[in-house]
């Protein structure tokens, strides 16, 4: 194994050596033997066995390949390896957003860590998680909630380990990532530090919350689902029994992946032990959202999180 | 690769009828359930990016459109993978090949495409009121050839974008395809709609009678479904307009469009609206 990797970071309790910089990644100086994460380029296959359809995501047990035409491929195996074998024509933008979600996340099945599609604060020494599809304004609302003084935990990916029968959501790392038309939504921009870009020609930034980064993990105390069902009114409206085990597992991240590695079991057991102990809400809102409808809507979660 | 020819596509300019059919289509394949507009069961959306995130496993918002149009073909291949029988596939682009020659929709999953048409004189009184942007704006974008919709609609977030193309382009895109292609008339649905779906139902292979086709037609009436927006909204519908469903009626350009604004349309797409009798 190669060791004179130029780049060692820490997220989601994982510690990285990678051979390529991923910026807003936390960088940590660990001991060697404590690596349990390598990024590094290689040889990856072209199709992973069984593979009989031409698509761009394969998974087989302990394989998740991502084959970029253009680009190149990147193979995650183990729970230990993401190995990029790239083309000339590569464009490196690309493969750091992929490695810092869907590798990461398939470095999470493979494990048989929870992985769901959301973002987090931390309110009452616990973490409050917003689910949703991409789009349905997960980040928007963590943010919004950091501007008021929370501290940020995770964006887009929440990572949940089993820690001796509780569930504990890992840290991620203090960057959140903002389509630039919805910073008007979320009140005192100097509470934020707009960096670059996440790709050139993409209207949408990495951000910094200048509110606190909380880097130790957490157990969960709320989740929150941001339907894309419409009402007239705000509200909020409980999701009760299997409802609820079957919204973690629509939101599972990357779900797809699971179904060559053979996750569903692994997730559906720590669901159901979550589940346990957290309450699950959705949040339907009307069409269509201003400055002030925003600031409501954040207004009525807080309130909730707050009284419980 | 798949080889099951098993995607019907609904293509067509916006505002053309498209929507409608699907609501119709529902009621039809689901003869014992309600009609819900948020629930258009069995008919999928080619621009719906969380569609996209399935068949592909990457993040749409992470992809340039270059990236985007090179890997739209998978979402093809993945519903016609999952679907075991005919499924319907909503699109609004034009057909054309992307940088390396390969077609948006894949020829080796296409059953058929059923291509609405509607005159482009009631489509720009429509789509001014979709876009809520002035009426001689809509008249220029439809006869623009680079039109990409979506980034430009209030829904950013919830498709991928779409390479439409003027309104004659797309017309012609679509008939030239080398895909087998029924074309429907919007004012033939409206004017006589069972005798003209009956057809296109009866063209598919499908086995309804006419009183069926009649039932799934009293269920997606446009005086019934506008009503069902006005309760409780339409997912589909841009956030900064109304309501999607707006009259639903045919000419009605001659008291809304100027004569001025009606010349520069039929200007614009003289060919096309002559070859379909508008």
Redesign the interface.
Known sequence: MKTDFKYSYNVYSLNIYSEIELVGFTESNFPKETAMVYVLRGKAPKSLDGDV?????QSSKNQVL?RL??HGNVLIKNGTHIIIDHQPSIDWS?IR??IK??CIAAIMHQRSWGVLHGSAIKSKDKAVLFLG???AGKSTTTAALTARGYDFISDDLCVIKNQEGICMLQPAYPSLRL?E?TFDLLGDAKKFTKEKK??P??N?YYVKPKAAFHNKQLEISHIYILA?????ELRLEKVNGIESLKALLEFTY?K??LSGLGGFDTQFKLFSLLLKTIKVKKVLR????DSDRFQNLISLIENDFLDE | MSETKNIVWLASYPKSGNTWFRIFLTALLNPEEAININKLNKTYHYSDHNLFELATGLNASELQEDELNSLKPNIANYISGIEKNTVFVKIHEAFHRNSEGKPNIPFQCTKIVLYFIRNPLDIAVSFAHHLNKNVDDVIDRMGESSTLASLENGSEFFNLPERIGSWSEHVESWLSSGHEVIVIKYEDMHNDPLKNLSKVIKALGFKYTNSEIYDALEKSSFVKIKDQEKKQNFNEKPSDIDSFFRKGKVNSYKTELSKQQINRISFFHKDIMTKFNY
Do not use: C, H, M
């Open positions: 359809i031409d698509t761009v995501v991502f035409p253009g690309l957003n992929l979600n869907k599809r991409s789009g389509w038309n996440i790709r020609n993409i949408k894309e069902q419409y009402t007239e990357a797809g992946q009307p069409l269509g959202q």
